[in-house]
């Protein structure tokens, strides 16, 4: 077995349990692209087992802490079997969840969603593409299925110096599919699809805007960077009498149009721009538009916290232009799934924003990912997605 040591001093987040060691921290040692290493201390204690990657930041990531552990084919089949029985014990009310959450799970790079009768799964470190095959076997042993499709496009693979990887795995047939949220019904193409082909980290938040909805009863919603219409359907689910929505991507809106029909809505109640979303906010506030309701869920803007200066400018921005439009009483559902901008800095970016806009809000509710989606004591990482429900004073 390979060897890596560590510099004096650098274990400390081991011992911790944390599963990610980077290449600032290794004093000697080396293996192929993903290889099981042993970890040692610079004292030359056992410190973990973990997959190297010789060309990323992260240079190894753990896969278990205890010495006597093999790590084998029975080893990542028993995380895979935990990682499923864990989903079982959440409410979640849809045929699409995240059955494996990466280093939450124990199996640091590897990401697997489930829609329906059909697994998408990325491979996104050395680790879990060494063991590609075993991981796929398991997955449909496990749950049963028999078709298993690839979506390792990722730009993380970059990182690891792994190619893109797309298509069947396992079984083959269309890669265009339904599921069921809550009691919608949406659409997906697992091919072309953002991340694995939906939002399903997004599922709470939802069913949450459908409940404000309800509640405070929206007459004008505004959601921005819709997508596929996630949040629209749940506005016209909850009662709101008209939605606005807009993003940049033409083949998504016709796909958020035909959630609109599909869920039995009127056409009438939703109407939707293929634009930029900072232009369309600026000219909404020239033309003195205004709405009761509004749903911020941009792209990454700072995939690493080396671009979080960046990001902050432009989470700050939208944001201010968002509660200008804002009705007084009006709530604002707003988001940052960016790694890199942590969830006090993301309070305190909308707290600025607020303040520019000369608006007074209260933030009812704080949000995160959906429980299928997991943060663990060890890996704060995990808690990319973050939210925030400001209610804006009334006057």
């Known amino acids: 077995m390979k060897t890596i040591r560590l510099k004096e001093g650098k274990e400390r987040s081991l011992l911790r349990r944390h599963p990610w060691i980077f290449d600032s921290a290794v004093a000697r040692g080396g293996a192929d692209a993903g290889e099981t290493v042993r970890v040692e201390s610079h004292a030359g204690s056992f410190l973990a087992w973990a997959a190297f990657s010789p060309t990323s930041r992260i240079r190894a990531r753990a896969w278990s802490f205890d010495e006597q552990q093999r790590i084998d084919a029975a080893f990542l089949g028993t995380l895979i079997e935990r990682a499923v029985r864990t989903r079982e014990l959440f409410d979640i009310r849809s045929d699409g969840l995240r059955l494996i959450h990466g280093e939450s799970d124990g199996l640091p790079g590897l990401i697997v969603d489930r829609y329906s009768d059909t697994l ?90 459908a409940a404000h909805a309800r509640h405070r009863g929206f007459q004008r919603v505004l959601n921005c960077y819709c997508y596929t219409g996630g949040f629209t359907v749940a506005a016209l689910a909850g009662g709101a009498a008209h939605v606005t929505s807009i993003d940049s991507s033409a083949p998504a809106l016709t796909r958020a149009r035909a959630h609109v029909a599909l869920n039995g809505f009127e056409a009438a109640r939703a109407d939707f721009l293929d634009a930029d979303v900072n232009a369309s906010l600026r000219a909404f506030i020239e033309a003195g538009r205004s709405f009761d309701a509004i749903v911020l869920d941009p792209p990454k803007f700072a995939p690493t916290a080396a671009h979080a200066e960046r990001a902050a400018r432009a989470y700050k921005d939208i944001n201010r232009l968002a509660f200008k439009l804002l009705e007084p009483g009006g709530e604002l559902f707003t988001y940052s799934c960016s790694g890199g901008i942590s969830a006090d800095l993301f309070h305190k970016i909308v707290a600025s924003a607020g303040i520019d806009a000369g608006v007074e809000g209260c933030i009812s509710e704080r949000l995160q990912g959906a429980p299928d989606h997991p943060m663990t004591v060890h890996f704060p990482e995990g808690e990319y997605l973050k939210g925030l429900v400001v209610v804006k004073k009334p006057l």
């Open 120 to 209: 998408v799964a990325q491979f996104t470190s050395c680790g879990v593409e060494r063991w590609k095959g075993v991981i796929a076997d398991a997955l449909l042993r496990t749950t049963g299925l028999s078709r298993l499709y690839e979506r390792s496009d990722a730009s993380a693979r970059t990182l690891e110096g792994l190619p893109e990887a797309t298509g069947w795995l396992r079984g083959d047939g269309p890669t265009e599919l339904g599921i069921r949220e809550h009691d919608w019904r949406l659409t997906l193409d697992i091919a072309t699809g953002h991340k694995t082909g939906f939002y399903l980290d997004q599922r709470d938040s939802r069913a949450r805007f």
